[in-house]
T-cell receptor, first 110, second 111 residues
Framework: SQQGEEDPQALSIQEGENATMNCSYK?????LQWYRQNSGRGLVHLIL?????REKHSGRLRVTLDTSKKSSSLLITASRAADTASYFC??????????FGKGTLLTVNP | DTAVSQTPKYLVTQMGNDKSIKCEQN?????MYWYKQDSKKFLKIMFS???????INETVPNRFSPKSPDKAHLNLHINSLELGDSAVYFC??????????FGPGTRLTVL
């Protein structure tokens, strides 16, 4: 069964604006990860946050995790046209298994 | 150098045929996966192998059979292909830190 649910399903912004995507999940997790998928390509890992962490940064990315609400958010600051892609959250348990959400399609308009 | 590679990139075939997709990783990882991504981009895990041993086997028709000749390779064989098998199939691998590295995908079209 599907674990993560991203919100919104699609997001369109102007270059330079910030983009925020949310992810909710149902069961307990060891970690939560965000991946990016450009059109016609494989998924690329962006950032991993462990269940005992609340916030993590990597370049223009900021991820938060609220285990009490079973939710996470991904913030991309100062977006660029090259950030246009689908973004997926994935929850990790103790058995190397990742369960992916349906993704958010982000379009950054130049 | 490509970390996770898949062949072929595109596969077009008739219903009822048998086909294979190959995957190789040069990252030294112990665990490899097969995922299916449908037309709505939903990514679903199918199988996982750790050091040639099957560790994850989701609810997948038994027409799908993975084979891992060594820990760097995980192939997917599909018998009696059906229209509903049309999708993009991704191979992935992981080491010790849970991050998965994906291949470029194989787009399978069943006519």
């Amino acid at each position: 069964s599907q674990q993560g649910e991203e919100d919104p399903q699609a997001l369109s912004i102007q270059e330079g604006e910030n983009a925020t995507m949310n992810c909710s999940y149902k069961t307990s997790i060891n970690n939560l990860q965000w991946y990016r998928q450009n059109s016609g390509r494989g998924l690329v890992h962006l950032i991993l946050i462990r269940s005992n962490e609340r916030e993590k940064h990597s370049g223009r990315l900021r991820v938060t995790l609220d285990t009490s609400k079973k939710s996470s958010s991904l913030l991309i600051t100062a977006s660029r046209a090259a950030d246009t892609a689908s973004y997926f959250c994935a929850t990790g348990g103790s058995n190397y298994k990742l369960t992916f959400g349906k993704g958010t399609l982000l379009t950054v308009n130049p | 150098d490509t970390a996770v590679s898949q062949t072929p990139k595109y596969l077009v075939t008739q219903m009822g045929n048998d086909k294979s997709i190959k995957c190789e990783q040069n990252l030294g990882h112990d665990t490899m996966y097969w995922y299916k991504q449908d037309s709505k981009k939903f990514l679903k895990i199918m199988f996982s192998y750790n050091n040639k041993e099957l560790i994850i086997n989701e609810t997948v028709p038994n027409r799908f059979s993975p084979k891992s000749p060594d820990k760097a390779h995980l192939n997917l064989h599909i018998n009696s292909l059906e229209l509903g098998d049309s999708a993009v199939y991704f191979c992935a691998s992981t080491g010790q830190v849970d991050t998965q590295y994906f291949g470029p995908g194989t787009r399978l079209t069943v006519l």
